[in-house]
């Protein structure tokens, strides 16, 4: 078995603001495996981006309080130098953001943004930065690769500036690729060439993905693990195929019920009642509990253990479970 590349313990990252706290990031748990694709996934305000921008320490402090600990191949990221953490980033961690349009400066060639990576960590003088950005550039799927080097991002369309980003972030052959929501501008096209190029470049260098996205046909396609967040927390966790076979948490059924299948007709597409609550006014209970169709007394009032039940890689945090093992556990010890 692959050995654990990222490992987050009991991560809190929360936001100090005149309204009061934000609990961004809940104590949150879970590995990333070398070469596996960790897809986490919950609507937008969740918890998913405030998780690998508090990897990459990218959240600014004050105003906010990071507490816990991230192991990246056995370092304490929250306990290194900005040094260390600077020799870290682009080379062994680095990130495609959601946005390529704003992600790139407007005012540098593609060249020197693909080049600076590789002259700052791999201290290639500018001959051999340039051929490898050229060869980066052709392998990302971009034709004219020597044109490309010299052009702006204003000259590209939003896929190729995609990709430009990709090239980027695989500059340095990274263990760890964060992909935050990379394909949501992008028209369905362009979209599956982007998935069909990570899932290439994860079979050659394998690297392993942290994949960003609100989107469970992207999750399916790409994702061996799957992490359901719903406001700062952890609910479900589970290998993909289990999560998609059998989902146990209220709201991972109501993410999978609310997709639309190809070839089926429905009238209406399932959504999920209510809205995601405010997360300054979160209390101590199941956060779900006032959207839950299931909701019990308990689960206003104390918030549900995050534990296996019955597949030890299968976890989730909801009362309903509780309650069934309970019963079990009775009928067992009368039997």
């Known amino acids: 078995m692959a050995k654990e590349i990222v490992q ?8 100090h603001t005149p309204a009061g706290i934000v609990k961004a990031v809940d104590n949150v748990s879970f590995s990333i495996r070398e070469g596996e694709t960790l897809c986490v996934v919950g609507e937008s ?10 990897l990459m320490r990218l959240v600014e402090s004050p105003p906010a309080r990071i507490s816990g600990e991230i192991w ?22 680095s990130i ?6 704003s992600s790139l400066n407007p005012v540098l060639t593609i060249g020197e943004q693909i080049t600076e990576p590789l002259a700052r960590h791999l201290l290639m003088d500018r001959k051999e930065a340039k051929k490898r950005a050229i060869e980066l550039i052709r392998l990302v799927g ?3 690769a020597e044109a490309i080097f010299d052009a702006y991002p204003h000259e590209l369309s939003g896929g190729m500036r995609q990709r430009v980003m990709i090239a980027i972030a695989l500059s340095c052959n990274p263990k760890l690729l964060i992909a935050d929501e990379p394909t949501t501008a992008l028209d369905v096209t362009i979209q599956a060439q982007i998935l069909d190029l990570m899932r290439d470049l994860k079979k050659k260098f394998s690297t392993a993905i942290m994949l960003i996205t609100h989107d469970l046909g992207v999750v399916a396609e790409m994702a061996d693990y799957v992490v359901v967040m719903y406001a700062g927390k952890i609910i479900e966790e589970a290998p993909v195929l289990e ?12 993410l999978l019920n609310a997709k639309p299948i190809l070839g089926q007709k429905r009238e209406r597409l399932y ?26 007394e308990i689960c206003r009032i104390k918030p549900p253990p995050f534990r296996a039940h019955g597949n030890d ?9 509780e309650e069934e093992r309970e019963i079990h556990e009775r009928s067992s010890h009368t039997g």
């Open 96 to 101: 495609i953001f959601q946005e390529p349009m």
């Open 313 to 321: 890689k299968h976890k989730t945090a909801c009362w309903l479970y």
């Open 243 to 254: 999560l998609f076979q059998n989902p146990q948490h209220p709201y991972t059924k109501g």
């Open 45 to 54: 305000g969740c918890g998913k981006s405030v998780t690998a921008m508090s």
């Open 142 to 144: 971009i034709p004219r």
């Open 72 to 93: 990246f191949d056995g370092k304490d990221v929250l306990k290194l130098s900005k040094k260390e953490m600077s020799n870290l980033r682009g080379n062994d961690i």
């Open 8 to 15: 987050f313990r009991n991560l809190e990252t929360h936001f």
């Open 271 to 296: 959504s999920i009642p209510g809205q995601v609550p405010n997360p300054i006014e979160l209390e101590d209970n199941c956060h779900f509990h006032d959207r839950c169709e299931y909701c019990m």
